[in-house]
């Protein structure tokens, strides 16, 4: 079932149940493991069960939901056309479902990433049915930007605040002021559209090439990040799919090739809490990654490759490139990235260049662009704060 090692019947409190979808990609991890720290801190008269949010409720399981205080759709790009069934199956009659449910830190999934797409985001007409259903129940919904919170206000869904994604926040740092004194070590996070993009492969490959003799100039210690498994055993598990497991494999080997230091560190929010915590600094494609580093004022530069990216700009602020110019959605385009003949994803020209070029810039002035993130971040923990106090 995927609960929690927290059993109904051992439960000192009452409960939240929240549906969470971490199976492989370590960003994911880490929305549920900062999701449950706030919990506890926010919210301590309530406790935590966690089920996994790509299954279908059993009996025992609507049960447990049905006696929960809220059921919390947690995290994630979950707001998506077939957000119900096909992110959360649920059951297949939503009135069996009896306790109120809510939505926290959740996000729409764009590849264009643009504000005029918010304007006529496609969703199903079960989707729609479920998010009717979230309204009727008339509690406060969270979610990860103002993309997604317009996506839902145009269609009538009013009761939702911009709380960003619940990875965004550390207690332990929120009075700690970006400091840089020497930068040691540098992680380059992979993106995941060079598996279908013959264009932002070779932007990857030549960014990873620009860093890497900055680095060797610098005297920095570079290390790429996957954070998808590179392994077969996860190969049937969420975004490790055979296309996805093959291009990863071959980038190994291109890596290895150039003499570049690689890491996996898929599987685990500890994975990329302890690597990250060793570096001074992110570059690259992972909007995780770019959201931790920020969590606990380190300096982050991000290549956005789709429109978490782009909407994550409006946020929190920060360094975001935008990688890519267009992204073609037609049928036409559709049938083409199918056999492989185009991706439909066009990278921006002169992306490494422009990247090297703002590492560069930010070393000079200290990076000082990215110390005014710290207030915003805190500032929307204050909204977040606001969503949470008025739970049940």
């Known amino acids: 079932m995927g609960v929690s090692s927290l059993s109904e019947n051992k439960l000192s409190n009452k409960y939240y149940v929240i549906l969470t979808g971490s199976k492989n990609n370590a960003g994911d991890f880490l929305i549920k493991y900062r999701a449950k720290e706030i919990l506890k801190i926010e919210r301590p008269d309530r406790d935590i069960i966690d089920i996994d949010g790509w299954k279908a409720?059993?009996?025992?399981?609507?049960?447990?939901?049905?006696?929960?205080?809220?059921?919390?759709?947690?995290?994630?790009?979950?707001?998506?056309?077939?957000?119900?069934?096909?992110?959360?199956?649920?059951?297949?009659?939503?009135?069996?479902?009896?306790?109120?449910?809510?939505?926290?830190?959740?996000?729409?999934?764009?590849?264009?990433?643009?504000?005029?797409?918010?304007?006529?985001?496609?969703?199903?007409?079960?989707?729609?049915?479920?998010?009717?259903?979230?309204?009727?129940?008339?509690?406060?919904?969270?979610?990860?930007?103002?993309?997604?919170?317009?996506?839902?206000?145009?269609?009538?869904?009013s009761n939702v605040?911009?709380?960003?994604?619940?990875?965004?926040?550390?207690?332990?740092?929120?009075?700690?002021?970006?400091?840089?004194?020497?930068?040691?070590?540098?992680?380059?996070?992979?993106?995941?559209?060079?598996?279908?993009?013959?264009?932002?492969?070779?932007?990857?490959?030549?960014?990873?090439?620009?860093?890497?003799?900055?680095?060797?100039?610098?005297?920095?210690?570079?290390?790429?990040?996957?954070?998808?498994?590179?392994?077969?055993?996860?190969?049937?598990?969420?975004?490790?799919f055979s296309k996805h497991l093959k291009e990863h494999l071959k980038f190994i080997d291109w890596l290895e090739k150039n003499d570049i230091i690689w890491k996996d560190i898929s599987g685990s929010a500890k994975n990329l809490i302890a690597y990250y915590q060793d570096c001074d600094i992110h570059v690259g494609?992972?909007?995780?990654?770019?959201?931790?580093?920020?969590?606990?004022?380190?300096?982050?530069?991000?290549?956005?490759?789709?429109?978490?990216?782009?909407?994550?700009?409006?946020?929190?602020?920060?360094?975001?490139?935008?990688?890519?110019s267009t992204v073609s959605t037609s049928f036409i385009a559709k049938v083409f990235k199918k056999l492989g003949v185009f991706s439909g994803i066009l990278g921006h020209e002169g992306i490494p260049e422009e990247l090297l070029e703002t590492l560069m810039y930010q070393q000079r002035i200290n990076f000082n662009q990215l110390g005014s993130t710290r207030n915003v971040i805190n500032s929307n923990y204050s909204v977040l704060k606001q969503f949470l106090s008025k739970l049940p």
């Not at 096909?86 to 926290?104: A, C, G, R």
């Not at 993009?197 to 990873?208: D, F, G, N, V």
């Not at 982050?300 to 990688?323: C, M, N, W, Y």
Request: proline share 3%.
């Open 57 to 157: 409720f059993d009996e025992k399981t609507l049960q447990i939901v049905n006696n929960a205080e809220a059921l919390i759709l947690m995290g994630g790009p979950a707001l998506q056309r077939d957000m119900y069934p096909k992110v959360y199956p649920l059951v297949s009659d939503l009135t069996k479902i009896t306790t109120k449910i809510t939505m926290m830190g959740v996000g729409w999934k764009s590849l264009s990433g643009n504000w005029e797409d918010t304007k006529n985001y496609p969703l199903s007409n079960s989707t729609r049915k479920l998010l009717k259903r979230i309204e009727r129940d008339n509690l406060l919904s969270s979610v990860r930007d103002y993309h997604t919170k317009n996506v839902l206000n145009n269609i009538g869904f």
């Open 161 to 240: 605040l911009m709380t960003g994604c619940p990875a965004t926040y550390v207690h332990d740092f929120f009075d700690e002021k970006l400091e840089i004194k020497k930068i040691n070590k540098l992680a380059f996070s992979l993106g995941v559209s060079f598996i279908n993009s013959k264009e932002m492969l070779i932007q990857m490959e030549e960014s990873i090439l620009k860093v890497k003799e900055y680095c060797l100039n610098n005297e920095i210690k570079l290390e790429i990040v996957f954070h998808h498994s590179t392994k077969k055993e996860f190969l049937n598990t969420h975004g490790a």
């Open 285 to 324: 494609y992972r909007v995780h990654a770019h959201i931790f580093m920020n969590s606990i004022s380190k300096p982050s530069i991000l290549i956005a490759e789709d429109g978490r990216g782009k909407a994550l700009r409006r946020v929190f602020g920060g360094v975001v490139i935008d990688g890519f």
